[in-house]
């Protein structure tokens, strides 16, 4: 993935080219500037290594239109923390090109950084017929969270599909997020207050379209994200329709409805449709949906689900 350049007792500056696979969404830092994450692979490893931008303008980010797309990255400083390594780029010395991913596309970069020079168009070429299918993301997706096990006051990492996205305010937004699973019951004990207030159905301050609702998943419970004022401008990123990774989600039950809400180490990177663990979740989604049992939730005992009983006895 890197080529050393140069070293000395307290860094290692590298060059690299790499295929991205993750997406995170840039965040504003306590000190005022921007935070953008992207995950990278290629063929040296299973495993993604992140590179993290610290940049004063977010229009100097680098702006990936997909997953899969490629990077080349010059002079970026290798970190270590915990036992993580990591990628830091730094805008006074550190340079970027990115190019889209797709076999047979032009090798002219689709943006850089203004130090920019050039790079390695041949490993360029290469990295495009990388399939992300291969690479770990979260772990296993058999051992991933899932909607179905959220808890009151606990924390969840989880991937899931963004159906929709919302605008609350001019720094806040709403996502609404779904992985085909159902989340669990709760029960409404005293019904008084929504009757007086409808709007404790919806905590967003104007009810969605019927025609957005009408595209929401009939099968899984589509749970409310609030991103809180730690993300801006989400309708500039490729969110909306897109299987994310969500980290650090606290779990609410508002009114009875569950929600997540996002704080200041709330992360969400957007995934490729190769990702494996995307691949699982609608692989499970599409044998619950072949599986034939209606719009029965998967908590419901099948043994009873379809009886009906009657007063009549002559009615087998």
Known sequence: MANESSSDNYSVRVNLVAKVSEIGLPKKTEENDYCLELKLVDTSST?????????????????VESPGDIIC???????????????LFDSRTSSFALFRGKTGATLKPYQTSDNFIATDYV???KLRKLSLEQFDGAGAPTSLFLVQNIKVGESFDLVCKVVHVHEISEEEWML???DGTDAPMTFQTNLDPVKENPSLLHSEPT???????????CLGTVLRISTGKFFEDLDCFPVEGNWVKLYNVLCELQSDIWTGVMN???RIFILSDE??????????????????????????????????????????
């Open 47 to 63: 495993q993604a290594i992140s590179v993290k931008f610290f940049i004063e303008e977010r229009t100097d980010l680098a702006i």
């Open 73 to 87: 990255l010059h002079q970026v400083e290798v970190k270590v923390h915990d036992g993580y390594v990591y990628f």
């Open 123 to 125: 490993t360029v070429e």
């Open 176 to 178: 609404f997020i779904w």
């Open 207 to 217: 009810s969605l379209s019927e025609e957005t609702l009408s595209l929401f998943p």
């Open 264 to 266: 200041s180490d709330s």
């Open 275 to 316: 990702d494996r663990n995307v691949k699982y979740r609608e692989r499970v989604y599409g044998e619950r949906v072949a599986f034939n049992i209606g719009q029965i939730p998967l908590s419901t005992s099948l043994d009873s689900a379809c009886i009906t009983e009657t007063e009549y006895e002559d009615v087998a």
